[in-house]
């Protein structure tokens, strides 16, 4: 079985952000991570996944990464 | 007799009148069929075109990411698929979303994970952090629903290591950093991962350990299970492999695990002396007695003996009603009669009882 792995390049980020306004939002520090709540920025987003009607995004710190992952094996996102 | 010597005359002539065209035309289509029979070598080959074009053009640094991780990936998938079967996940695809055509509301309702990917730059990092979520995601996906915690969390540690561990060290570094330092603070996670170590030396987690595990996933899937029993069993799988892991040469220990789901013997099969006195009968009556308790048989023994191996199975399989599952040539690190490490090339020779069905997709 081959599986896929949605991924978004940096030179295609804003795009994305803008469409799932999500972009603004970021820039005035207003998004959080869902794991640490550490404010997300540009610079430190991971990842972005929709669950229970929002939108939620992930940092890339150590951390934040293994209660995604964790949250990957138990909830099947 | 010199006199003769000196009237015999040897001349060789070698005619080489390979055209240029030949020569590459022979390149080309060997290439061709070792691309063809390795995709993720060729997804390394993009990569590394891409490495040097980016340079050139900054559209080029989407195909270095995408494929430089993709192949890495894929090389590890097919190294692990080739001592595994019914394996969930046996190739991976990054696929760039269409940023287009995404909206919120869209998002919302029917989205998937994304996953950010810097720059080629930072590379490095993009394989540490793509790495983790695959393997959260695909490996041994089915079994990881039913074991506990510790238990997935030190298998995804040891995977994701082991995929690592051939790339720059700086990867393996920031992954050992990021990821692995506080989490060996565990002491379950760290004992497990200690277990899965000594286990891959003698060369038998994937054969042996993830298959079960596999197999575990496949029969639980779909079915009344006591969590509890399944976290129990798993250890003690663990725990008999750990054992066999470390038993010395000619050591006697138990070989057959007989649990709720996994019921498997591992047999050593190759023993010089018994060959040579007994032949194969001495060895299929032994399959002929515990084939009827187990349902996989793995049978070890040195590379040398792999004919020998594979006539003893040929030639009881249709009676103890087992098949062919998969075969593999590794090096493994065993102990001595003294304990001490030695390296030897051995075989594998995984078969499996008829009898058994499963779920589990082609």
Known sequence: ?77 | MKKMFNKVDFNFYFDFNFSLWTISTLTFVSLFIYYLLNPEKFEKLIALISKFLKYISIKFDKTYVKYDLQGKINDYLRKVSNRTKHLDIKKINVEWISVSEQNEKQFVQNGELILRLKKGDHQNENIVKASMAFISYAFLKKAKSYIAKYQRESMDLFACYDLLKEEKSEILDQFVQDFMKDKMDNKKISDFFEKYSDIDDVGIFYPVLVQELTFLGEKVFAKKREAQNIHKEVTELVNFLYSYANRKLREDIVNDFSGTYCKFGIRIIGRSIVINRNGERVYKNHLKEIAPRNETLYLIGGHEHKEFINKVFINCKDEIGYSKLMDDTFLATIKNKEGEDITVMSYILTVRNNSIKVYHKK
Not at chain 1, 7 to 32: F, Q
């Open chain 1, 1 to 77: 079985m081959k599986a896929k792995l949605n991924a978004v390049h940096d030179n295609d980020l804003i795009t994305l952000l803008k469409s799932l306004n999500l972009l603004e939002k970021i820039k005035k520090g207003k998004v959080k991570c869902k794991f640490t709540k550490e404010v997300i920025t540009l610079d430190n987003l991971h990842s972005i996944f929709p669950e229970e009607g929002t939108i939620k995004v992930v940092c890339d710190t150590p951390d934040a990464i293994k209660f995604l992952s964790e949250y990957i094996n138990e909830k099947n996102v």
